[in-house]
């Protein structure tokens, strides 16, 4: 089964170096393990467009969708067995990351 991991932030363009060093540790391990299928980072959610294609015409808005404390800065797609694979991996990446982690199971399509 697939998950996505959301990297949870507070502040933009937060990451330190050993962070980095950390998180790409982190990522070679999800390959070894067979776990990796694909990774980002996201840029600040100032920047982002909102699209609302369900009228007549679309409308653009600028910005997020929701204005939060906290936004997903980052995120992870990988392969487990199940849920409890994917939390105690996910350990290791909130540990590598420096930051709380959001995992949720993609529906299978």
């Known amino acids: 089964m ?4 959301n990297v949870i932030d507070s502040r933009s363009n937060s990451g330190t170096a050993e962070e980095g060093v950390a998180i790409d540790a982190f990522n070679d391990r999800l390959r070894a393990g067979g776990h990796w299928v ?12 909102v699209i609302d294609g369900r009228g007549d015409e679309p409308v ?12 997903a800065a980052g995120f ?5 067995a199940d849920l409890d ?5 996910m350990v290791e ?17």
Do not use: M
């Open 38 to 49: 694909f990774a980002a980072g996201l840029a600040d959610p100032t920047v982002s467009t």
């Open 85 to 89: 694979v994917a939390l105690k991996l």
């Open 76 to 80: 992870w797609i990988i392969e487990a």
């Open 60 to 71: 653009f808005t600028d910005g997020p969708f929701v204005e939060a404390k906290e936004w």
């Open 93 to 109: 990446g909130s540990t590598a990351c420096n930051r709380r982690l959001e995992v949720r199971p993609l529906l299978a399509g």
């Open 2 to 5: 697939q998950y996505l991991v």
